[in-house]
């Protein structure tokens, strides 16, 4: 038996077709439903980065080396700051990793610059959501963004490839200072978590 297809804009119920009616189709009521419907219809069976188990944590010592690499690899960093009413402003930077300092780097009339001025803190985040660094920060020294900006200005070039002072003569450097840090995959992972805690390494 063949039934009209319904015309574009109206609204499409079991009546149009008398078989779905007759033969509704399951709904899943558990989370094994859910992902076995899932599975079926393309989804990955990898299981999510907060249900890993505990069995999988790493140690202090391994979550700091990771962390690291981090800074050193990625670059960039979401960074974190809060106004005077405490209205929070969010921005990704560059950012160079000295080694126990980062170093970033923005226009001195940005919102992040006057925040950075007024409360001299921040927090910062690398990695993807299921890889976390999470850094709170001070800001250590701040200056301008200059063709002869010393070591600075150096560490920063060679870091990343580019130079500030090539922008504008509006950029700054800030040197933030972490205070605390927190590395962790996912959920299953929060435990744990600190590898620096009141500036101090925790392994």
């Known amino acids: ?13 079991h009546a149009a077709f008398p078989c779905r009616a007759a033969h509704p189709r399951p709904r899943p009521t558990t989370y094994a439903g859910v992902a076995k ?17 505990m069995s999988g944590l790493r140690t202090t010592a391994q979550r700091r080396a990771d962390a690291t690499a981090a800074f050193e690899r990625q670059g960039d960093a979401w960074l974190a700051t809060a106004g005077a009413s405490g209205e929070p402003h969010l921005i990704v930077v560059s950012c160079a990793w000295t ?11 940005s919102p992040t610059a006057r925040n950075l001025d007024r409360a001299v803190r921040a ?14 920060a001070v800001v250590d020294a701040t200056r301008p963004a200059t ?15 580019w130079d ?5 003569d509006d950029w700054r450097f800030f040197v933030l200072r972490p205070t605390r840090i927190q590395a962790y995959r996912g959920y299953g992972e929060r435990a744990g978590r600190e590898v620096m805690r009141e500036g101090r390494w925790l392994a």
């Open 1 to 13: 038996m063949e039934h009209a297809t319904p015309p574009i804009g109206a609204r499409v119920t």
């Open 37 to 53: 419907l899932a599975v079926a219809r393309g989804a990955s069976r990898t299981r999510p980065a907060r249900l890993r188990p």
């Open 99 to 109: 080694g126990d300092r980062f170093v970033v780097a923005t226009r001195g009339d």
């Open 123 to 136: 927090r910062m985040g690398f990695g993807a959501t299921d890889d976390v660094v999470m850094v709170d």
């Open 147 to 161: 063709p002869s900006g010393g070591d600075l200005t150096s560490s920063f070039v060679a870091a990343l490839g």
């Open 164 to 168: 500030p002072a090539e922008e504008g």
